[in-house]
């Protein structure tokens, strides 16, 4: 499975932005998907996660401002990020594995795209 972000950018605080993640093969409609960060200086930490069947995690500190969503016609997973905070800032991954991996480690990352807002 690869991987590819995309979609980030310079974004002033409280605007918006969607980042996709583009997947190969023929595993993604059956794999999870997750969107983790890492702030310069500090752990990569997961951001939201989304199960085959349709159930969502999100972290604490974006629920009800990210939503993540997939398309297993074409192959993609989002993160629609709104209301975003200077502390949003990070580089963001797609990840994707099985459910019980994917909100801890999952085993087939993205390249990051970066994400910076201005205050």
């Known amino acids: 499975v690869q991987l590819q972000a995309f979609g980030g950018g310079l974004v002033q605080a409280g605007g918006s932005l969607r980042l996709s993640c583009a997947a190969s093969?023929?595993?993604?409609?059956?794999?999870?998907m997750a969107w983790y960060r890492q702030a310069a200086g500090k752990q990569r930490e997961l951001v939201a996660a989304?199960?085959?069947?349709?159930?969502?995690k999100y972290s604490d500190s974006v629920k009800g401002r990210f939503t993540i969503s997939r398309d297993n016609a074409s192959n993609r997973a989002y993160l629609q990020m709104d209301s975003l905070s200077p502390e949003d800032t990070a580089v963001y991954y797609c990840a994707t594995d099985l459910w019980n991996a994917v909100t801890v480690a999952p085993r087939y990352w993205g390249q990051g795209t970066l994400v910076t807002v201005s205050s």
């Open positions: 093969g023929r595993v993604f409609s059956t794999y999870s």
């Open positions: 989304l199960s085959v069947g349709g159930i969502t």
